[in-house]
């Protein structure tokens, strides 16, 4: 594709994200909700006291002049709390067709050849409680073409609700995943199952390589119910917040300094999968890393270990791909304990 042609589509993406913004922000003002909503600029919407959602080009946190939220190809998901918006994770599609997996932060976009898809906004919406926008991906090299509807209900702001179809011209979709892709950013080691509680240090004890360490995931069966009978599967830090927040003093890490949490408050992150809507495919999948991502590369020397070992890095709910389904991913200020009544 020669450069204009590249450069055409790249700012018609960049159109379509601005004009959905200013619909948005004038349909929320004319409800006479705009002040519960958050709204940045034209890649960035969410809640106040809860879920943020950014796009690329955008950063949801002002880490240094020009920033642009890292890699195409993911949701940028921050919490908006006392006014400041932090980063918190990233969320990838990765759909799978005839057995074959992309991952929307790698696959290249057939726009420019780089890693990451490009996202924009086709269309927005509000009713009364809550807020949203419809989400257009390119399309997959395998074939699939998935589009996700986001919402946030003023009655849930710490819930980001995905629900995911697909174009007329998509190849069929066995599975397309949605997976939180940065658990490594809060270090999260304790995931929450039905009759356990899963340490990741454990679990991936030993590990100390540069890339993923995976196990089997957990069927249906293992993951917890809560009181409304929705299946529910949390994820937490095993540090306290002194802790979390204390970043080693060493040359490496002062380069690196993006990966120190910056919250001044802990997060408990999980998945909902109302019970209506479940299929009986439904697992928790989880990853892990003992060293921080660094772009892919294959020299260890430029990898710093994650303190205190292995921690989850994608945590997922799956299941067999249905058009519409949908899947509720959560940042809260409660406690694992207080979230799940344990």
Known sequence: MD????????????????????????QLAAAGQANDWVRRD???????????????????????QGANGGPRGLFRIG?????????????????????RIEFSEISPSASDGKW?????????????????????IEKFANGAHPYLKLSISR???????IEVFHHPDSAPMERCGITATMGN???????????SVVNSRVLYAGYNGIGFIEKAPYSAGNIRVDQHGDFIVAATP??????????????????????RYRPFYMLTQYWRK?????????????????????????????????????????????EKYVPGQRFYFGLTRKTAEELLSL
């Open 274 to 318: 109302e019970k209506n809507g479940a299929d009986v495919t439904l697992q928790v999948r989880v990853n892990g890393r003992a060293k921080y991502w660094n772009g892919g590369g294959k020299d260890p020397k430029n990898y710093i270990d994650i303190p205190g070992g292995p921690s989850f890095e994608n945590f997922e709910l799956r």
């Open 116 to 136: 990451g898809k490009l996202m924009w906004v086709s269309d927005t919406f509000n009713t009364a409680d809550a807020v949203g926008m419809y989400v257009q």
């Open 3 to 26: 450069n204009n042609k590249s450069a055409r589509i790249i700012t018609s993406v960049r159109r379509y994200f601005l004009t959905a913004a200013m619909l948005a922000g004038m």
């Open 185 to 195: 950013y809060s270090r999260l080691r304790k995931l929450y199952l039905k009759d």
């Open 155 to 161: 009655n849930r702001p710490e819930e980001l609700c």
């Open 79 to 99: 919490y908006e709390y006392m006014g400041i918006v932090y980063h918190i994770n990233y969320i990838a599609v990765e759909p799978v067709v005839n057995g």
């Open 238 to 259: 095993d540090e306290s917040f002194a802790e979390l927040a204390a970043w080693p003093q060493q040359p490496a890490y002062w380069m690196r300094w993006n990966w």
């Open 42 to 64: 034209s890649t960035v919407w969410g809640i106040r006291n809860g879920m943020v959602v950014g796009l690329w080009p955008a950063a949801i946190e002002n880490l240094k």
